[in-house]
């Protein structure tokens, strides 16, 4: 399988996939995209009904591996990754209401979806960095759940280095804590004084310094990475093959931010699998749900919510998605995202966004109507839900139709914000054993401004500790 960029051509030394698991983000700046869908035999998905999660893992992974990585290697590691998963299933669905599931996602270390696929990434890093010799070092954003799930995957590791910024007060404790408790030499947590655009913005623009991009063999691990995005497509296809699939269609609800676990479910109706709608769930911060209904992109202001994973309003995912609309044309799409990045505002085509409107539907909902969701959710069906898998849920609920089953991705634990779930629901939801003494352990990270060359040279001394 080979690579191409989004904002690129295919040439002939184009990248397999181990070049691209350690670039990330494409020098021209574009996303990484498989030059081609796998396609997935309706036979095939259906004998694939029998495999545990780690062996489909393996198998769906293994299709966008192809000349780098082979599937014994990779069933070995999802075995290995899957089998600490506190729940047998690793990605349980609990149904909710009749034909409305819940497809609990946080049965990781760090408790969020964003293990599902960073696990296997530590694993996969580890593999190439080994077989190369070298060396990267890490620079990632988060809102909350991918920094502890990063630190969590590489926390120890001889060949990596790893950064990572997060909007300074705006995570939940819980999510601060479990990146800055982690104190290994390799890990370093930059607060910055500004908000999670603006932590994404200067991952980019490291990125885009070729030189410093060199010196510092900078990696990425946010969904920008395309290997997070292929790792995160299993448990679409296992959840849907567990309700009829692909004999009969299922939608997914998915509460998004940064447009990559719902690009994952799209990926997986290009690859075969049966899909009907595919329904975003965001909260104020709505650029998503505000393009979907009356094709608005325009960027605004990121507003603190009740969900602070989604806290988002520059949807990196949604290059990928917007390449294949524009019938993968590299220079349409280059000219829409240097346009966005100027005035904040992306132009779709018309035709281009009512192709996406056949399948995507959106919703957005206030803090209040995400808590009396929560509440809704343990009055009716005793179900706890944290504030994003709510949003996830309340989408479920909107754009469920008779006969399809609608599956809606819990992305994170209750426990991580149990301050919104305690007032929604009068319950206190407890951390699990192996972070029962989380707010007693010691933290450690800087606060920076928000100041590229600041951040620029906190990542270069880190790396060169
Ligand atoms: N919601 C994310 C933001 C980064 O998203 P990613 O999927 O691109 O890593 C978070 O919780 O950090």
């Known amino acids: 399988m080979r690579y191409r960029s989004t904002r690129g051509t295919l040439d002939a030394a184009a990248p397999d996939f181990s070049d691209i698991l350690l670039s990330g983000l494409a020098g021209d700046g574009g996303l990484y995209m498989p030059d081609h869908w796998p396609h997935i035999p309706r036979e095939t998905l259906t004998s694939w009904r029998s495999l545990s999660y780690a062996d489909l893992a393996a198998e769906v992974i293994g299709l966008f591996t192809e000349g780098s990585i082979d599937r014994d290697t990779l069933r070995t590691m999802a075995h290995d990754v899957y089998g600490r998963f506190d729940h047998a299933a690793v990605a349980p669905l609990v149904e909710v209401e009749d034909g409305l599931f819940s497809l609990e996602l946080f049965h990781g270390p760090t408790l969020a979806f964003k293990d599902m696929a960073m696990q296997m990434l530590g694993r996969l890093f580890e593999h190439v960095l080994k077989q190369r010799n070298h060396h990267v070092t890490i620079v990632g954003a988060t809102s909350g759940d991918t920094g502890s799930a990063a630190i969590e995957a590489f926390r120890g590791r001889e060949h990596v280095s790893i950064v990572i910024l997060h909007p300074h007060n705006r995570t939940s404790e819980v999510q601060r804590r479990q990146m800055t408790t982690v104190l290994e030499d390799n890990v370093l947590n930059i607060a910055v004084e500004g908000d999670f655009d603006d932590c994404q913005d200067m991952v980019k623009a490291m990125f885009a310094d070729e030189a410093f ?210 007032k929604a629901t009068g319950i206190h939801p407890e951390l699990p054993p192996h972070l029962a003494d989380l707010f007693s352990r010691k933290e450690r990270y800087d606060v920076l401004p928000n100041d590229i060359e600041k951040i620029k040279a906190a990542v270069r001394t880190h790396r060169g500790r």
């Not at 995202?337 to 957005?364: K, L, S």
């Not at 504030?387 to 609920?397: M, V």
Request: hydrophobic fraction near 40%; include cysteine; charged fraction near 20%.
């Open 213 to 422: 991009r060199t010196d510092c063999s900078l990696s990425a691990v946010n969904s920008i990475n395309w290997a997070r995005i292929a790792a995160q497509i299993p448990y679409y296809v296992r959840s849907a093959l567990a309700l009829g699939g692909p004999d009969r269609p299922v939608s997914f609800a998915v509460p998004t931010g940064n447009f990559g676990n719902i690009l994952a479910a799209w990926v997986a109706s290009q690859m075969g699998l049966p899909i009907d709608r595919l329904c975003v769930g965001s909260n104020r911060n709505d650029i998503l749900t505000r393009f979907l209904l009356n094709n608005d992109m325009t960027k605004r202001q990121v507003e603190p919510s009740l969900s602070p994973s989604m806290d988002i309003q520059v949807s990196s995912n949604f290059e990928r998605l917007l390449f294949e609309m524009l019938g993968r044309d590299p220079n349409r799409c280059r000219a829409i995202m240097e346009e966005f990045r100027q005035t904040g505002c992306m132009a779709v085509p018309h035709d281009a966004w009512e192709q996406i409107r056949e399948t995507f539907h959106g919703i957005a909902l206030s803090d209040e109507q995400t808590t009396d969701t929560m509440k809704a959710l343990y009055a009716e069906s005793h179900y706890l839900a944290d504030p994003h898998s709510a949003i996830g849920l309340a989408a479920g609920r909107r754009f469920h139709e008779a006969g399809v089953p609608m599956i809606a991705a819990a992305t994170a634990h209750p426990a991580k914000f149990p301050d919104a779930v305690k």
